[in-house]
């Protein structure tokens, strides 16, 4: 069945770092393009970062851009989300989201999250 898994989330002060993760399984990978959004207390999902199927593309939400850097290794099957110089505001659950389009449609997988708090 198919898996998004997440890991890498956790506590750190502000001006930290953190790395998270998400590995995939029981689809084709690289056939998807691959998203981080979050989800703060309150507020709505939004879209963090994402990276087209080859890894050549990326896109950015502008209260990200120049901290934080998403990559993908498709040999691994798993999608990272490198993010430097954290603040309180980018507290949030992160999660893994894939998608492609095709000629019947659309497919998508959501993970299911990873808590990133950001405090002193």
């Known amino acids: 069945q198919v898996q998004l898994v997440e890991s890498g989330g956790g506590l750190v002060q502000p001006g930290g770092s953190l790395r998270l993760s998400c590995a995939a399984s029981?689809?084709?990978?690289?056939?998807?393009?691959m998203s981080w959004y979050r989800q703060a207390p309150g507020k709505e999902r939004e879209l963090v970062a994402r990276?087209?199927?080859?890894?050549?593309?990326?896109i950015y939400a502008d209260s990200v851009k120049g901290r934080f850097t998403i990559s993908r290794d498709n040999a691994k099957n798993t999608v990272y989300l490198q993010m430097n110089s954290l603040q309180p505001e980018d507290t949030a659950v992160y999660y893994c989201?894939?998608?492609?389009?095709?000629?019947?449609?659309?497919?998508?997988?959501w993970g299911q999250g990873t808590q990133v708090t950001v405090s002193s």
């Open positions: 989201y894939a998608l492609k389009f095709s000629w019947g449609g659309q497919s998508e997988y």
């Open positions: 029981g689809f084709t990978f690289s056939s998807y393009a």
């Open positions: 990276i087209g199927s080859a890894g050549g593309s990326t």
